[in-house]
C-alpha cells in the first residue's frame, strides 16, 4: 500500500519570499508522484508530475518540485509567492503499473501575507 | 478539449433524504471515473472509481453507491443522508491505457446535510 505525508497543514508566508511545501512518500515499488492546487470552492488542478527522468521537475505558476528517492520526498518550492498563490496544495502518489489508484495527502494550505 | 461537468454546485438536503449527484465527461471515451469526498482537515479520501460502463469498485464502505449507467457519466447516489455525509464531493477522470496519469477534477459539489 502506498502512503502520503504532508508535514504541514498550513504554511504562512510573506509575499515575494520562497517557499517549500514539503511531502514525503511511502510505498513498496516504483511510484509516479504528483502536486495538485486547489483554490477555494473549485476542483484540483494538477501543478506539476514526476513519471520518470529528470528529478526537478518544472510546473506550472513558477512552481517546481524534486523527487529524491533516497529520501522518498517529493517537496514542491517556488522562489517567489504571490498573493494569487493562496491555496491549498496536494501531494499526490500512484504506484507504477496495473490500476491508476492515487492517493493523496491531507493538503497544506499556504497563506500568501501582502 | 475534456471537460468534466458536476452538478448541482451546491446542495442542502435534510437528514434521512436521498441523494443524487451527477458527474459527465466530455470530448473523451472510456475513461476511468472516481468519486472523492473532501472533509475538512481530512484530504481527499476516494470513495468509488470505475473502469468501465457498469463496473463499479468502493473503496469505504458508506452509506453511499455509485453508478456508471453510460460511458463518461457517474452517479453518486445515497437512499438514506446521514449527518457525516456533509463535505465536498469531487468527480474525477483519467485516460486509461495511455502515457498520461493524472486525474483532471471537476468543480465539485458542496453538501451539506442539515
Known amino acids: 500500500a502506498q502512503s502520503v505525508t504532508q508535514l504541514d497543514s498550513q504554511v504562512p508566508v510573506f509575499e515575494e519570499a520562497p517557499v517549500e511545501l514539503r511531502c514525503n512518500y511511502s510505498?513498496?515499488?516504483?511510484?509516479?508522484l504528483f502536486w495538485y492546487v486547489q483554490y477555494p470552492n473549485q476542483g484540483l488542478q494538477l501543478l506539476l508530475k514526476?513519471?520518470?527522468?529528470?528529478?526537478l521537475v518544472k510546473g506550472i505558476n513558477g512552481f517546481e518540485a524534486e523527487f529524491n528517492k533516497s529520501q522518498t520526498s517529493f517537496h514542491l518550492r517556488k522562489p517567489s509567492v504571490h498573493i494569487s498563490d493562496t491555496a491549498e496544495y496536494f501531494c499526490?502518489?500512484?504506484?507504477?503499473?496495473?490500476?491508476?489508484?492515487?492517493?493523496f495527502g491531507i493538503g497544506t494550505k499556504l497563506q500568501v501575507i501582502p | 478539449s475534456q471537460t468534466i461537468h458536476q452538478w448541482p454546485a451546491t446542495l442542502v438536503q435534510p437528514v434521512g433524504s436521498p441523494l443524487s449527484l451527477e458527474c459527465t465527461v466530455e470530448?473523451?471515451?472510456?475513461?476511468?471515473l472516481y468519486w472523492y469526498r473532501q472533509a475538512a482537515g481530512r484530504g481527499l479520501q476516494l470513495l468509488f472509481y470505475?473502469?468501465?460502463?457498469?463496473?463499479i469498485s468502493s473503496e469505504v464502505p458508506q452509506n453511499l453507491s455509485a453508478s456508471r449507467p453510460q460511458d463518461r457519466q457517474f452517479i453518486l447516489s445515497s437512499k438514506k443522508l446521514l449527518l457525516s455525509d456533509s463535505g465536498f464531493y469531487l468527480c474525477?477522470?483519467?485516460?486509461?491505457?495511455?502515457?498520461?496519469?493524472?486525474?483532471?477534477f471537476g468543480p465539485g459539489t458542496r453538501l451539506t446535510v442539515t
Open positions: 474525477a477522470w483519467s485516460v486509461s491505457g495511455t502515457g498520461i496519469y493524472e486525474q483532471y
Open positions: 510505498s513498496s515499488v516504483s511510484v509516479y
Open positions: 514526476y513519471l520518470s527522468g529528470s528529478t
Open positions: 499526490a502518489v500512484r504506484n507504477r503499473g496495473g490500476y491508476q489508484k492515487v492517493t
Open positions: 470530448g473523451t471515451s472510456n475513461p476511468n
Open positions: 470505475s473502469i468501465g460502463i457498469g463496473q
